[in-house]
């Protein structure tokens, strides 16, 4: 029902597709919500959930996603399997198909595996991170917390702030964003940046003061510390200067407006303790774990409009 | 069908509910014993099984207890999760409950985790073990073992023997024992005793010689060098001296009298290797299986009165 | 079903049990090939799947042959059990026996781990590999490849080549090809065959070239570094000279011959990497994707014969 059979990066997606997607979300969304949270779509399907990073959040979703459309899934993770006996991931890949597997989720840290893996198997595959490149079903997830949230896209003005540079989000995010009309500006610092900027091609702030009460959504980005292989800021006081969420910013931001996350949260770093402990009618503003929800029926979706 | 929807320690269940719970075990033990071991009662809920600590038997019960009910299990430890990106246990925790989670089982090497979680989540926490505290689901079914043994507890004498210091399953033994009417006397010595015995109120030995023909259940409990910081005895021969259970101390037990361990028994300590590999009638006396086995039951009758 | 409830060795089948597998086996290839890919025949069944080794291929294929099934299966690995507690196999299994389950599949590197644990529980145990000594389940799918390939087996001829000391694929493969009338050949050098070659009884060349023109079927054993405690060849060129497969070898193979292999493949040593990336008519001779796709449907057959 999608016209690519595989969902590696967001260019595999029309506009009428993502919004093909994020209309079945409601229906599974609505899923969830039920005494009995299972439908019997997916019964006698096959589907290997293969991560090899660690990950606690897209992996059991999908985990999750696919139980509750009946699915069989199979978790992989390098850990305890042949990948100690020297294996190359991609025999590990083939060996997998052959035992009719349906589809296969991965999640990498090179660029480009998942991409890799599709071209060389006639199954679909659903790129869940490939190192500092793609995030698609984040960026799926992210853009239906915005529509739950606002409805519409259209002149709706996001800031994507932090570590642009190192994250697979903000890459999925800006494409998919861009591609509903919405309204990107990135906040970040050149050390947090990448090197060539054409493929962005959005405004750029180097403060979050200098969006603050303009923005709908105020997108943080996780500091991706363990995909840096050198200091990318000089200090977290500097960091915390231009690139976080602090109570004073929060309460400085629009009515409607709302923060996000991909999670885990740095807490300290991106957003601060106070804002991530708030309590009363600030707190409605964190759409974190609302992402986290969403996430679940995004990927139901998916791997219903794939598999169904 | 239980007046506090989470289950953290003994206090949070009354005489009635502790018997309720015992009387539904009966039939799921059946359910165990069946040639087709599943009822569809918990179909379509979605159980996490989050363990911060290495466990076989309680970690796998909750599993096939909530594989036989027919719900869907989430299985999460620390390896391999996001914990490793240094996300903290409660932010772990939030993501997973957003993925609309219908109860979570967990184990934490801390005293109280289980508790701060369910004062801070809203579905219900089952303790499956929190530091040195509380087990309260081993002592449901170590009184449900001695109820299939000996029917009624009143007038019951157990003696628990050896580790009470870093025992979590003394303490929640010594609690439900107490409540539903057994006499419970402690064997041990001043090093593995707690520096205030106050919430204990029980008479203690200092050699299992003391009790050995006199009791009913004779509970040893596990010496928890994994929880041990110094050494709490001067040295093994000391312990089987006052502590240890061998074949002449079996031989001196009553007839109908039993002997209970939580498992995993360090053979040559808590119980002898003579002991642990007999046969014939005195075999019977172990309960170690019988345990293991009602474990399960135990298990399903809590999940089936928690969520059914 | 069969005669012996356990599955160690090949001798616990008889020809007939094997052409009854093999039989079955076709049943549950055609399972795994329909849109939906479930039978409820072993609904309510609970299935232990024991790796005290790391494995993708035969722990993936029990547990979707498993779940295919309807069975309950629980995933049990040395890593974050209570073998970290000290706690010795046979306790950890007999905890897990307790639980009612209804079939243990075991992997170990101890030779004869399968056998003295099937002696000890009174539930079926098959063997998924122990040591150098057995992998029956490698076997009966490897004899299911070639008889799909073949049909019959009187007069074929197969070679078996490489790391026969170190391989229990290897004993397993003569065993059963020589059972059903097979006529094998090994290749191999002294340092990778056991000192005494009673049990084996076969002729032996040490070259694949004085075999590779006259071989239906090229068994390569796949070099058991992980299990060897010395070096075993003197170099990879050695190897490369008198136990490699390469494009030119395989060119030399009669019409209808095929390659196989228990993977995962050492590319470069056993197979070489130009033959493990050949496309067109030569590639239909390697038939390592579907030893696993019939792997799937072996233990289907297997575990349906025993429990159904």
């Known amino acids: 029902m999608l016209s690519k059979k595989s969902i590696i990066g967001i260019d595999d997606l029309s506009v009428e597709e993502v919004n093909k997607v994020l209309i079945h979300a409601d229906s599974f969304l609505e899923v969830s919500k039920r005494d009995v949270k299972k439908v019997p779509t997916l019964r006698g399907k096959t589907i290997a959930n293969l991560f090899f990073e660690p990950s606690t959040r897209t992996k059991t979703s999908f985990e999750i996603a696919a139980k509750r459309l009946s699915a069989d899934i199979i978790n992989f993770s390098a850990q ?10 991609f ?3 083939k060996t997998i198909l052959a035992m009719n597997v349906d589809l296969v989720v991965i999640r990498h840290s090179d660029c480009g595996a998942a991409k ?4 060389n198997i006639n199954i679909p595959v659903i790129n869940a991170g490939d190192g500092k490149h793609q995030h698609p079903t984040q960026a799926l997830l992210d853009l239906y917390t915005i529509k739950k949230k606002f409805d519409s896209f259209k002149g709706l003005k996001v800031a994507i702030v932090g570590d642009i540079l190192n ?10 964003f861009k591609k509903m009309g919405i309204d990107v500006t990135i906040v970040s610092c ?12 959005v405004e750029i702030k180097d403060s979050i003061d200098d969006v603050i009460d ?3 959504v105020l997108y943080m980005l996780r500091m991706q510390f363990e995909r840096q292989d050198k200091k990318f800021y000089p200090s977290i006081r500097e960091y915390n200067k231009f690139l976080s969420l602090d109570i004073n ?8 407006s709302v923060v996000m996350h991909p999670g885990p949260v740095n807490r300290g770093i991106e957003i601060s303790e106070e804002v991530m402990s708030i309590s009363g009618k600030l707190a409605e503003k964190l759409e974190i774990e609302n992402q986290v929800t969403y996430g679940v029926a995004i ?7 794939i598999l169904g």
């Open 80 to 89: 305890g399997s042949s990948l100690e006996k020297g294996e190359s991931i």
């Open 91 to 93: 025999d590990t890949l």
């Open 116 to 119: 890799l893996i599709s071209e």
């Open 167 to 176: 994250s697979r989000v903000a890459r999925s995010d800006i494409e998919l």
């Open 190 to 201: 050149p050390m947090l940046l990448p090197d060539s900027m054409d493929y962005i091609n």
């Open 214 to 216: 303009k923005v709908d």
């Open 249 to 256: 910013r929060l309460k400085k931001m629009k009515l409607s």
């Open 299 to 305: 990927r139901m979706a998916l791997l219903y409009l």
